[in-house]
């Protein structure tokens, strides 16, 4: 039945031969919205053994257009426990989900990441994205910032596993210098959609070995389809990295 249920993807080369590895994977999303709760489903369809899902939101009615996770009956409900839900019901029996239904701080972090491979940031407040990420980087987690402005997708994949990897391409405050995004602006679900499935292809292709894409940035507009590839370079008085 396992063969079966992973087929298409085997008859790719990278992904050949690569079902046991992905199911030893543990990655961690903080938001599981617009953008995190259908990569969480991406990720378990994929085979990954273990998604650990925080959010300390609750599903709302306009949420509905892009957080394709939720139906009319969640409404009212915590978004982590209900994503937690829908992902076990559509993947492998086996895959392990749990829920948080909370923020991510630094008196939960260590708890919460423990045995991670990656975690994954989607949540839309800019205060958390700079202390999940300088969490990662203290824990030296690897971390996987997605977000979405409008048309443009940005996404950053920051391997703090790698010692040498803040004096190379800094971290998340270096790229925003503290300043937030703001992902509270108009969007489509078909953009939301966009940015989930490159932010689980991203990690797919990380936990495969295409370590590559780790300190670059990459930015889709879709309102002119311009793709832009950038290197992530440090900020000399990051207090978070410089030193």
């Not at 999303?29 to 939101?57: F, N, P, S, T, W």
């Not at 940031?121 to 990662?136: P, T």
Request: hydrophobic share 45%; aromatic share 6%; glycine share 10%.
């Amino acid at each position: 039945m396992q063969s079966e249920r992973y087929l298409r993807p085997e008859m790719l080369p990278r992904y050949h031969g690569q079902q046991a590895l992905l199911a030893s994977c543990k990655v961690g999303l903080v938001g599981v919205g617009g953008i995190g709760g259908l990569c969480a489903l991406l990720l378990g369809a994929a085979g990954i053994g273990e998604l650990r899902l925080a959010d300390g939101d609750t599903v709302a009615l306009h949420n509905l257009h892009r957080q394709l996770l939720f139906t009319n009956s969640d409404v009212g409900l915590p978004k982590a426990e209900r994503a937690a839900a829908a992902v076990q019901s559509h993947c492998d029996p086996e895959l392990k989900v749990t829920a948080f239904s909370g923020m991510i701080g630094p008196d939960n972090f260590a708890s919460w990441a423990q045995g991670l491979d990656l975690v994954i940031d989607a949540s839309d407040d800019a205060q958390s994205r700079l202390v999940v990420s300088e969490l990662c980087f203290k824990a030296q987690l690897p971390l996987l910032s997605a977000a979405v402005s409008g048309y443009q997708m940005l996404l950053a994949l920051f391997d703090y596993a790698q010692p040498d990897f803040g004096a190379e391409h800094g971290c998340y405050r270096c790229l925003t210098g503290g300043v937030a995004i703001n992902t509270k602006v108009g969007i489509t679900g078909p953009l939301a959609a966009m940015a989930s499935s490159l932010a689980a292809h991203q990690v797919l292709e990380w936990l495969l070995g295409r370590t590559e894409i780790a300190g670059e940035l990459l930015s889709l507009n879709l309102a002119d389809y311009r793709l832009t590839r950038l290197k992530l370079r440090p900020d000399p008085a990051c207090p978070v990295c410089a030193h």
